[in-house]
């Protein structure tokens, strides 16, 4: 019989245990794909080496490489070690379960330069409590996750330069062959992701190679950024190698390059927070697909924050000097802008407002309307809470990243939040959490609503409605017709005139 304060499972792979805390079966650190390192730099992930005996699961495993400092400051916490051997992930599954859970699969954001699947706002616990198996994952990052160069052609059978969404791929794929041996239903996988891991989900929804390896999706905080053209990868690539003296490189050349190398390097240098459009992995950009209805054909959540440029300035850019240039370029008329965002003033809160709505906001009202097309539901969200205490800080609204502790239900548990959350906070987080767990128990294609303080309708064909979470730093929840209709209506003309491979 299982000891219950030592849970014991059995993988294709080998043997794993794991530890528990509290009502929460947990396993950390366990091997998803072999250490990409060596001559598996840069190449597809390979299946781990099976093991005898039995493997410790109880230690959180290394980071892709990433600047510890900014991702304590920007990613969520501290993710600790540091090494190229990085392919591990964790779960969480409650202690007494009846019956196959449904599985969330989480995907860090970051950028794609920093963050880790063990951060302490990604804690499964409180998820697993409701009757979920969690599972949150590490990924190559930066240079070691994203590259091109003409060495390193014609290594594989095809094409691939998307190394991190391989690994997801990957992890998927373990996933579906060992989750049941957690408590998970192999055939009820949503994967979730925020920021450059929403960015993951959508480019996984584009991808062919991970059709059927998950059955819903959660899209938090999206971007419209346009994929890097392969092309442009590749040069970016000999530009890189130049960089390090080799001026005809080799790809045993570029693979002894030390992998704390890539990720101080700074522009023109650095990895744009987008993937590779043109592998096998993302055959076209990601917009184009979605634009066309092409994708996967699954149930989608998609929303984002109401301060989404706070994240701007992470990438340089000067919201005012947006509007400025706006107004130079005459593109698509600042008098029209005007008109859209008539109460607006300033040209930095104007900035702020509609930067936010095209790179964010736009990509949900994208998103519903493809899921419109291939008749699938879309259930769409705009996050507007703040806690009591932040009110001040955070003036302008919800910061790109702060739903995250309240889908995970983590407030009250992570720095800095815990110090300073009230009751309402604490329980308008379980009201998020929940809604979280009933879309990956239940949604499906012929799911209508999701049940919660408000009962959320799905958009269906004929039908935009957007819940919002937190009107206005107040704890409530509230339905919202048309939501920003012309504005979005507006930005997905001009992303669909500008969004090419050239």
Request: hydrophobic share 40%; aromatic share 10%.
């Amino acid at each position: 019989m299982e000891n219950p304060r030592l849970p014991f499972v059995t993988t294709r792979h080998g043997a794993l245990m794991g530890s528990t805390e509290e009502d929460i079966h947990v396993w950390y650190g366990i091997p998803y794909a072999a250490p990409p390192t060596g001559a598996l730099r840069w190449r597809s992930p390979q299946p781990p080496q099976p093991w005898e005996g039995v493997r410790q699961a109880q230690v959180r495993s290394a980071s892709s490489w990433q600047s510890g400092e900014y991702c304590r400051m920007l990613g969520g916490g501290d993710p600790g070690e540091f090494s190229e051997d990085c392919l591990y992930l964790n779960v969480w599954s409650p202690v007494n379960r009846s019956g196959s859970l449904p599985v969330m699969v989480w995907l860090h954001g970051g950028g794609f330069t920093i963050g880790a699947g063990a951060l302490p706002p990604y804690n499964g616990k409180a998820l697993a409590r409701r009757e979920m198996v969690v599972v949150t994952l590490n990924y190559r990052l930066g240079h070691l996750g994203f590259f091109a160069h003409p060495a390193l052609e014609g290594e594989e059978e095809r094409p691939v330069n998307n190394f991190a969404l391989r690994d997801q791929i990957a992890a998927l794929e373990w996933v579906r062959d060992n989750i049941a041996a957690f408590g998970g239903n192999a055939d009820n996988v949503t994967l979730a992701g925020e920021s450059a891991g929403a960015r993951s989900v959508l480019s996984l929804m584009a991808s062919p190679l991970a059709k059927g390896l998950f059955h819903k999706a959660i899209v938090q905080s999206g971007y419209t950024l346009p994929d890097t053209p392969r092309e442009r990868a590749l040069r970016q690539g000999e530009a890189l190698a130049r960089h390090f003296g080799l001026e005809q490189a080799t790809a045993a050349q570029l693979r002894a390059i030390p992998a704390d190398a890539f990720w101080p390097l700074t522009a023109p240098l650095n990895v744009a927070p987008t993937p590779i459009a043109g592998d096998c992995v993302l055959p076209e950009p990601m917009l184009e697909t979605f634009l066309a209805a092409r994708h996967h054909p699954v149930p989608v959540m998609i929303g984002s924050n109401s301060d989404e440029a706070s994240v701007m300035a992470v990438f340089g850019i000067d919201l005012a000097g947006q509007i400025r240039k706006l107004r130079r370029e005459r593109r698509f008329g600042l008098g029209l802008i005007r008109l859209l965002y008539p109460r607006v003033k300033g040209d930095e809160e104007l900035g702020r407002q509609v930067c936010r709505d095209m790179a964010f906001t736009t990509m949900g009202f994208v998103v519903m309307q493809a899921q419109q097309r291939v008749g699938q539901p879309c259930w769409r969200y705009w996050f507007d809470y703040v806690a009591e205490a932040e009110h001040e800080t955070y003036r302008h609204g919800a910061w790109h990243g702060n739903e995250v502790p309240y889908v995970f239900d983590t407030l009250g548990e992570i720095e800095p939040s815990r110090q300073y959350v009230n009751e309402r906070d604490l329980a308008f987080a379980s009201q998020v959490a929940d809604y979280w767990a009933e879309f990956a128990r239940h949604a499906g294609p012929q799911h209508d609503a999701l049940h919660g303080p408000t009962r959320w309708p799905a958009c269906r064909r004929g039908r935009d409605v957007l819940l919002r979470i937190g009107l206005n730093k107040h704890a409530g929840f509230r339905l919202e017709n048309r939501f920003m209709r012309a504005r979005m209506s507006l930005f997905r003309r001009v992303m669909k005139q500008h969004v090419t491979l050239d």
